[in-house]
């Protein structure tokens, strides 16, 4: 049993930056592959990023890439989101998700624990 627990997230002006935190419980921690997922009002959740575990391989959306950079320290059991240039479309609710299939990272329903999420609003 893995639990997510994100923090970080809050009001900013578009062009402005947040770094998301996401800490995980559990001593199996650098195997699971970590991912970013949001949810927009009225939309469904999706993709954002996510990164393996020892070795690293990062994932990102093509509306996040060069803007958002994933990171881990498993030392910490935590991994980030450092979000930079926001626009007001990056206002969701951020969840942190773990999973050990490496073959669907991108997908909703390949992840096997999920956080509570926590809120990201880009003012215009």
């Known amino acids: 049993q893995v639990q997510l627990v994100e923090s970080g997230g809050g009001l900013v002006q578009a062009g402005g930056s947040l770094r998301l935190s996401c800490a995980a419980s559990g001593r199996t921690f650098s195997v699971y592959t970590m991912g970013w997922f949001r949810q927009a009002p009225g939309k469904e959740r999706e993709f954002v990023s996510a990164i393996t575990g020892s070795v690293g391989i990062t994932f990102y959306a093509d509306s996040v890439k060069g803007r958002f950079t994933i990171s881990r320290d498993n030392a910490k059991n935590t991994v980030y989101l450092q979000m930079n240039s926001l626009k007001p479309e990056d206002t969701a609710v951020y969840y942190c998700?773990?999973?050990?299939?490496?073959?669907?990272?991108?997908?909703?329903?390949?992840?096997?624990?999920w956080g509570k999420g926590t809120l990201v609003t880009v003012s215009s």
């Open positions: 998700a773990a999973t050990l299939d490496l073959t669907r990272v991108t997908r909703t329903t390949a992840m096997d624990y």
